[in-house]
């Protein structure tokens, strides 16, 4: 079971299956020379990640991606990694500059795991911006009104039921995929009518997802 799941998720961002919002993902990840290893040094990994930023911004400017109409008076709130916006009613949307993350590839992988997982919360990318020379990904997700505030036990119930063990903290892991889920604290996993939405996830793929 496991295993045919892992195949699943491999397929997925090796763009061989089909994954909610996830064609022109899996099309900037190939676009990225898919499936290379890290660089094994954190200098190269900067280097690499440079390179990859000035890619992108090719890539935007090829497909018309670059967005520049966003209301920014509709600020909600921001982290480490993205700030956030409100698009409308029903939908916000959310600038990550990728500094989780060693690689834009692997930030890349990080939206098509969480859309594999979490559909209803899929990411949609809908393009690129620059701020002060940073280069963000702009994804729109469903807005996720609470309706009680999110008990952490239940999470831990939920993830164990479906192979991730909690590590630490708030932090997960799946030895069976060779999966980290990170940062899943009650401000990135709501609950309404008694439902757990995961809207932010931090995802890492380890060497052993690699060896199927």
Request: proline share 1%; hydrophobic share 35%; with cysteine.
């Amino acid at each position: 079971m496991q295993n045919h799941l892992k195949n699943e998720i491999y397929n997925v961002l090796s763009g061989k299956s089909e994954v909610s919002y996830g064609t022109i993902i899996q099309s900037i990840t190939c676009y990225l020379n898919n499936g290379q290893k890290a660089s094994p040094t954190l200098e190269n990994d900067k280097h690499r990640k440079k390179q990859e930023a000035e890619r992108l911004e090719n890539f935007s400017s090829e497909h018309n991606l670059w967005i520049k109409d966003i209301d920014f008076s509709q600020y909600v709130s921001e982290g480490a990694e993205q700030k956030v916006y409100l698009r409308d009613s029903e939908h916000v949307l959310k600038l990550n500059d990728s500094i989780y993350y060693s690689s834009w590839k692997d930030y890349f992988y990080n939206l098509l795991l969480h859309n594999y997982f979490f559909p209803d919360t899929a990411y949609e990318l809908i393009g690129f911006t620059k701020d002060e020379s940073i280069l963000y990904a702009i994804v729109k997700q469903n807005y996720v009104s609470i309706t009680s505030n999110t008990n952490l036990e239940n999470v831990k119930t939920f993830l164990t039921l479906n192979g991730f063990e909690n590590v630490r903290n708030n932090d997960y892991y799946n030895s069976d995929l060779g999966i980290i889920l990170e940062d899943l604290h009650d401000e990135n996993v709501l609950t309404r009518n008694e439902i757990l939405y995961f809207i932010d996830t931090v995802f890492y793929l380890t060497d052993n997802f690699w060896e199927i």
